[in-house]
């Protein structure tokens, strides 16, 4: 029996699911999910980075691991869990912050645009964040982590602790932590705002019509794409580098379709916006439609939720803890004797 490699991913429960997590991760987890063992976080205490109301977070928590199910993901093939339920994550991510220069840390672009945005309410956690997710992914020895183009940067940074902060400084031989692999998922890797085809699609947009939310009611997505941006010129273009919303929304139509860019920019090369967004409305709505039914499912059954994330749990505990355990012993810390 070939032993199958693992990848892990996640996405924070920080509000409604969108198009972007689906196109850019949840969807590349399904395609992936059968090759790889594959374990799936939801990344709780990632999601307190930025101002949360704790009235919304357990459900939002429920939610995601709801929707990872309703896009495809098969709880009997995949490990669902909560990030915050494994104790060895916080741990893991302490040790990373005491061997990390911060240096390192103030290239991180996200947290350079993320901190924009919060102003003067910036938390220390927002800054360690790329740290944590490094903790998320070497617990569980990942050789790959299928990520968008968002996330590319973080992952370098995990790499690099693991291999110049953790390996090369604490073991002679061998590796302590394994050096994960990025999977870089070209179509769908950064889905853009409806509003601003030039900024990325992002749930804590306090606009809500820059998004499209997989649980958004036909009518909400009619009305989201006619509000969306446009221009004055006819044919829906991808590679004109002044029409930013073009390329996204013929982006979203082609993955959707599940016909290549090409075709669809020959298809459309004469339509107007207003025949181009009648037409990409009807496809998200087909598409996510049986998204939304096995959703409320469900999500009206927390029974078998709670014991799909209690085996998740349970599975993903035993890895994290045996890294951490590998870890304190290699650099020193005070073992009980038994
Ligand atoms: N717009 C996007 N296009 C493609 N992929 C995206 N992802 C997020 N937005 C897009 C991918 O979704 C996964 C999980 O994301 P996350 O929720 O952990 O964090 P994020 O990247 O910060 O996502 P958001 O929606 O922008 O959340 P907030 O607003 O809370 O920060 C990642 O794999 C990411 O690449």
Redesign the pocket.
């Given at each position: 029996m070939t032993i199958k490699k693992r990848i892990l991913?996640?996405?924070?429960p920080?509000?409604d699911?969108?198009i972007?997590?689906w196109?850019?991760?949840i969807n590349n987890w399904v395609t992936l999910q059968h090759q790889y063992e594959t374990f799936l976080c939801v990344?709780d205490l990632?999601?307190i980075t930025?101002s949360y109301n704790p009235k919304e977070l357990s459900k939002n928590t429920l939610s995601t691991a709801a929707l990872y199910i309703a896009c495809g993901i098969d709880p009997k093939t995949c490990s669902i869990f909560v990030q915050s339920q494994i104790s060895a994550h916080a741990e893991l991510c302490w040790i990373l912050n005491c061997v990390t220069p911060i240096n390192w840390m103030e290239r991180m672009i996200?947290f350079k645009e993320?901190s924009i945005d919060q102003a003067n309410n910036v938390s220390i956690g927002l800054f360690d964040y790329p740290i944590l997710m490094a903790a998320d992914i070497l617990l569980y020895d990942a050789d790959f982590v299928?990520?968008?183009?968002?996330?590319k940067q973080h992952l370098e940074l995990a790499r690099d602790i693991a291999q110049q902060r953790i390996n090369a400084k604490f073991s002679k031989d061998k590796n302590i932590l394994k050096i994960p692999q990025p999977i870089i998922m070209k179509r769908?890797?950064?889905?853009?705002s409806l509003i601003d085809g030039t900024k990325?699609?992002?749930?804590?947009?306090p606009n809500d019509g820059s998004r499209i939310n997989l649980l958004d009611a036909p009518e909400i997505i009619t009305k989201k794409i006619k509000r969306a941006k446009s221009d004055s010129s006819i044919g829906i273009e991808f590679n004109n580098p002044e029409r930013a919303e073009s390329k996204n929304l013929l982006m979203i139509y082609s993955i959707l379709s599940g016909k290549e860019i090409s075709q669809c920019e020959n298809e459309f090369s004469e339509t107007g916006w207003g025949t181009f967004k009648k037409l990409i409305t009807e496809k998200l709505i087909e598409s996510l439609e049986p998204i939304q039914e096995k959703y409320k499912i469900l999500i009206n059954d927390p029974y078998q939720l709670n014991s799909i994330l209690q085996e998740g749990k349970g599975k993903a505990e035993v890895l994290a803890n045996k890294t951490l355990n590998r870890v304190k012993s290699k650099l020193g810390f005070f073992e009980i004797e038994k």
């Open positions: 991913s996640g996405v924070q920080t509000g699911l969108h972007g997590n196109l850019g991760a990344v990632h999601a930025a996200q993320k299928p990520v968008g183009e968002d996330q769908g890797s950064k889905i853009m990325k699609m992002s749930k804590s947009d």
